[in-house]
């Protein structure tokens, strides 16, 4: 009889254990719900300005390069505009960024890498996060000392390609 008291006593304990392990977790998981729901809440409202690139260095690896473009193989509006870019790029000395992985890759090579420089897989992604880019496409337009002068996600934005026209 003392071993089914205990026995008793040692699964109400586990229970007892199991129940304040399972409101911890549930603490838990609203917590997160709510901070998800704030972030979420905030990138609806915030949404991303390629403006505020303006005025930041060109890192070493886009040195030289007046137009700069960030694609990424992803991207259906990276495909379209990619033409755009490689004939704005023919008049000036041009980058392409393009980030991502398989064969969409060459595809978006293929159309801008004859008239501009093409970066590609980590140095492409480090040069993406560097300059603080989160959409795609996202142009540039840098002054000679290498400066951002004009950004923004539609190419014929950009002062010098809509004068060219």
Do not use: W
């Not at 003392?2 to 008793?8: H, I, K």
């Not at 969409?104 to 897989?121: E, F, N, Q, Y």
């Not at 993406?128 to 400066?147: I, K, M, N, R």
């Amino acid at each position: 009889m003392p071993f089914l008291v205990a026995a008793v006593v040692f699964v109400g304990l586990l229970c007892l254990f199991n129940l304040v392990l399972g409101l911890g977790v549930l603490r838990r998981l609203r917590e997160h719900t709510a901070e998800l729901a704030r972030l979420n809440e905030r990138s609806m409202f915030m949404p991303y300005d390629p403006a505020v690139l303006v005025g930041r260095a060109l890192p070493e690896a886009a040195a030289g390069a007046r137009l700069v473009g960030f694609f990424d193989v992803g991207c259906s509006t990276c495909h379209e505009r990619a033409p755009q870019f490689a004939e704005a790029a023919g008049k000036q000395p041009a980058l392409a960024v393009v980030t991502g992985d398989g064969a969409k890759v060459d595809d978006l090579v293929a159309m801008v890498g004859g008239v501009s420089r093409v970066i590609t897989g980590e140095e492409a992604a480090r040069l993406t996060h560097d300059l603080g880019v989160e959409a795609f496409p996202t142009f540039l337009l840098a002054d000679q000392e290498g400066t951002v002068a004009a950004a923004h996600t539609e190419l014929s934005e950009l002062p010098v390609v809509a004068t060219a026209r």
